[in-house]
């Protein structure tokens, strides 16, 4: 699900779940894992998280299996993919750059805002459809706002629209943009920077920006996760993931 390769003191992590990278709990646990080792690896500086399919970075969660999943599996992936995943990156102590081609939705933007760096192909798409399709974003109400500023925020979560990179970057929520066949060399030519740093003032000086900037966000990713799980509890979260998986418009409850 997941390949890895260091080269010139670079760690790539590259997502290879065909057809669209969807997250499950064994893809979870495989990249949770490779971030583990490649943060103990001295001899890696820098990380990168892309894609080894074209045109796809990360679709999100693998929803038909979301929807067939128990209670405290749904709380057992979520809890992954916010609290898990936002532990290992606070303590990486190695920049991430996530190098996205193609489309980022929903969970694929989780991961992707989970890295300190973002390099994006001009013909990216990014989208929070979860609203849509019977979920809440509930992560994005705590980072996405501290990125774009409220009401920006709101727009992009709750109308749920999909936006391309120049939107994204000149939002601030991406770092960089390049042509889609360049996106892996410019994460690697910026990887390069990073490594002719001091890897331990690097490891110094990430720690203390993270912790800087971190605030109650932690508090807030526990949060998040009990919201999401509630939200899917609910009888319109099963029938958006019903409709979704189905091909046709939910029928929401009537207040």
Request: hydrophobic share 45%.
């Amino acid at each position: 699900m997941i390949d890895y390769d260091v080269k010139d003191h670079v760690a790539e992590i590259l997502f290879n779940n065909g057809p669209v990278n969807a997250i499950t709990h064994e893809f979870m646990d495989e990249l949770l894992a490779t971030l583990e080792r490649a943060s103990k690896d001295n001899e890696v500086r820098a990380i990168i998280i892309g894609s080894a399919i074209p045109g796809r970075f990360c679709a999100g969660l693998d929803l038909g299996t979301f929807l067939k999943s128990s209670p405290a599996k749904v709380h057992a992936l979520v809890n992954k993919l916010y609290a898990q995943l936002c532990d290992v990156q606070f303590n990486l102590g190695k920049p991430s750059i996530a190098a996205i081609t193609g489309a980022a939705r929903g969970g694929g933007m989780s991961v992707a805002i989970s890295c300190d760096m973002i390099v994006a192909a001009d013909t990216s798409t990014f989208g929070y459809p979860e609203l849509d399709i019977g979920l809440v974003p509930a992560i994005h109400y705590t980072n996405l706002p501290r990125i774009v500023g409220r009401y920006r925020a709101f727009d992009l979560l709750f109308t749920g629209r999909t936006f391309d990179a120049q939107e994204a970057k000149s939002l601030g929520l991406v770092s960089r943009t390049a042509p889609e066949a360049e996106v892996m060399a410019e994460a690697r030519k910026l990887a390069q920077v990073f490594v002719a740093k001091s890897p331990e003032l690097m490891r110094l000086g990430k720690t203390a920006f993270t912790r800087a900037i971190d605030g109650d966000y932690r508090q807030g990713v526990a949060a998040a996760v009990n919201v999401a799980c509630t939200a899917f509890s609910t009888d319109d979260s099963k029938e958006g993931l019903a409709a979704f998986v189905e091909k046709r418009k939910p029928v929401w409850n009537k207040p």
